[in-house]
């Protein structure tokens, strides 16, 4: 007679747990466990995981041409599994005012509205995360020669997207972000401060003025291929933006200006300042994404900074500063690792946020430029055939708007459950 041999792994288990002792279980598997074993996030899951893969395979299967979808022959014709006299092909959904197949039509159309919602939410998170995350930190620390370097080089390329939109030249932004990281480098390695002048002596007038010159000129000469005026107007930015990072900037300073800019942002109503960046930008569904994710950057640079001011009064933050350890390293393998419970949670649940705004721009004309297929603009095109009896035309975009949304709300919920600390600590 054989006896079954109990597995390693499980008869480990089993010695532990009659000693008393928890086998060990990492924080992200526990958080997986409560994910799995959560119905609310399981149906989220299953919501998000079908759309997410029918967009892809639509995308990548069903080839889908707008420009030449056009059939009047079968305007507006309710939603048919059979073909008729009437009507010879198959519309699960029926069609629009202009005879195209709106199942095809939300098929093709998630595509869009997913994509923008994902876009708006990376531009919002690495934006808002990377000014929360200076925030936070340097609000109670010291800034140390790299900080200096990292936080000017910040400050003068948020600055300094303002005069390369203007011009149409992105690579101001990163001209101006090299400028003001050169900055406390020269001052480290070129002056000496045990001599060095006060910040209006006569050498330090110097400094700043050949500083300010020098932002001028990143912002003139390039955008004179645009125009003088253009020229003039970015040359006049770029002496403002070297003026201001060529003063020490403190970590105290830094954190109010980044915070007072978010709360200038979180003044206007998230939809109203999203209509005013895409007429400024000009319709599209690209315009759309970074105007969607310019309204969320506040968002996530107060969780964070919210996050990290929490974190580094914990006593391995301490730590690890008595010990030598430099802000970079703490920063990336100390403070962020810690934030991204909530960031997570935030985003999962920003997602379903964008995919709405996307809706709400697309309704009023200023998303996706037809004849693109989009939720929202859907919705846009067909509302008004509703006193026609068309009901089908709005219904069938606006559940596919509806259940991603709930979907990615659901799954958000049970990310914050199961990334909850105390339940973890459990």
Known sequence: MHLKETPEPAAKEIALASMGVRAHRSLWGDAWRRLISSNTARLGMAIVVFFVVATLLTRLFWDYDPRVDLDYSVRLKPPTLVPTEEVKGIFPFGTDNLGRDIFRRVAHGGWNSLRVGIVAVGVALAIGGTLGLFAGYYESMPLDLAGDALVSAGVAATLGAVSGMIAGQLGQILLFALLGAAVPLMDEFLVDRRVRPRWFGPGQLTRIAFVALVGAGIGAVPALAVGVHVAVVCGVLGLLIGGIVSFPLGGNLVSNLIMRLMDILLAF???????????????????????????NIPIYARLMRSTVISIVQQEYITSARMVGVGQGRTLIVHVLPNTLSPIIVQATMGLAGAILSAAALGFLGLGAIPPEPEWGSMLGDSYRFLTTGAWWAVTFPGVAIMLSVLGFNLLGDGLRDALDPKLLTD
Request: hydrophobic share 65%.
């Open 269 to 295: 109503p998230g939809i109203l300042l999203a209509i005013a960046i895409v007429a400024m930008l000009g319709p599209g569904l690209d315009k759309g994404m970074i105007a969607i994710g310019i309204v």
